[in-house]
């Protein structure tokens, strides 16, 4: 079995980047890479988009309707991974559970010890049996500068323009604290924390994940 790893944190906080980084250092191990939401492949990850950008009524308004749907996503991408993982030297995910769990809680103004952040896990991990991740990489930035870097993006790709959740400075720096404690806690895996705002040494954190 391969391993699972994911790279959380803020919009614009240089999550492809890092991953294409992290492709490039691994070499010629078998690599898959997924992106959560699966915007284009998922009913549920296209309603999540909808709804991000006010075309579902209230639907955005509702933190556990939107976790649900972020939920369902992934539960119907259980197939694809665990094939992924039988196949494949490294899974290499874009966003995964614990985005669910940050977000969802920081809308809530909970933090990583309260309700919202155990329903995630009992409904991801517990009801729809998704695998653990063996490694977590959080990309900690100042939310000034991922929220500039999300800001450029929009300018620079009309088909990634910030949505509800990107807009909102204050979630947003919420979510980063959220994310701190899911760190701090070791939630689900172990947990990498780098300077997102700082050159990334992505030969030696491709060989310390997989150590």
Excluded: C
Excluded at 7 to 28: F, P
Aim: net charge negative.
């Amino acid at each position: 079995m391969g391993r699972l790893i994911v790279i959380e944190g803020l919009d614009g906080a240089g999550k492809r980047t890092l991953a294409d980084g992290l492709e490039k250092a691994w070499g010629d191990r078998r690599l898959t890479r997924l992106a959560f939401p699966r915007y284009g492949a998922s009913h549920a990850a296209d309603l999540v988009r909808d709804a991000l950008y006010d075309r579902v009524g209230d639907l955005s308004r509702s933190v556990y309707g939107m976790a649900a749907l972020y939920a369902l996503d992934r539960a119907g991408a259980r197939a694809e991974l665990l094939a992924a993982l039988h196949d494949s030297d490294v899974v290499l995910l874009d966003r995964y559970v614990a985005s669910n769990a940050a977000y969802g809680a920081a809308r809530l103004h909970q933090d990583a010890d309260g309700e919202f952040v155990r329903w995630v896990h009992d409904l991801e991990v517990g009801r729809h049996r998704l695998p653990r991740p063996h490694a977590h990489v959080l990309l900690r930035v100042p939310r000034e500068l991922a929220a500039d870097r999300a800001l450029r993006r929009a300018e620079e790709d009309a088909d990634r323009m910030r949505d509800t959740f990107e807009s909102d400075d204050a979630l947003q720096a919420r979510t980063s604290a959220v994310y701190d404690g899911l760190a701090g806690d070791g939630w689900l895996a172990p947990w990498h924390v780098l300077d997102g705002s700082a050159e990334v040494d992505h030969e030696a954190l491709a060989a310390r994940l997989l150590a």
